[in-house]
């Protein structure tokens, strides 16, 4: 079982930055998906960001351009760069990683969540 640490949330104006990281006590390269989501209020979950074990990359429509979703499998951990915040970026942010075998997740885990609050 991996263990998903998340850090780097906080308060943030409108057009900041904020760098998001997920350490994990596993190896990430044996997962196939690691992946960002978020949850704001009244909202349900839903994915932003996702990478692959070979570097492929593919982003939510709303965040295309801004956020950048990078691993650094030497160091098991998983980033989540966001540039050019909006308000409607506020939400709790979830790092999660899957094993997916013949399009089955075989394992599915997530960190605690992060707050990240854009405002003015």
């Known amino acids: 079982q991996v263990q998903l640490v998340e850090s780097g949330g906080g308060l943030v104006q409108p057009g900041g930055s904020l760098r998001l990281s997920c350490a994990a006590s596993?190896?990430?390269?044996?997962?196939?998906?690691m992946g960002w989501y978020r949850q704001a209020p009244g909202k349900q979950r839903e994915l932003v960001a996702t990478v692959t074990s070979g570097g492929s990359t593919n982003y939510v429509d709303s965040v295309k351009g801004r956020f950048t979703i990078s691993r650094d499998n030497a160091k098991n951990t998983v980033y989540l760069q966001m540039d050019s915040l909006k308000p409607e970026d506020t939400a709790v942010y979830y790092c999660?990683?899957?094993?997916?075998?013949?399009?089955?997740?075989?394992?599915?885990?997530w960190g605690q969540g992060t707050q990240v609050t854009v405002s003015s």
């Open positions: 596993g190896i990430i390269f044996i997962y196939n998906l």
């Open positions: 999660n990683a899957k094993r997916i075998v013949l399009g089955t997740p075989k394992d599915d885990y």
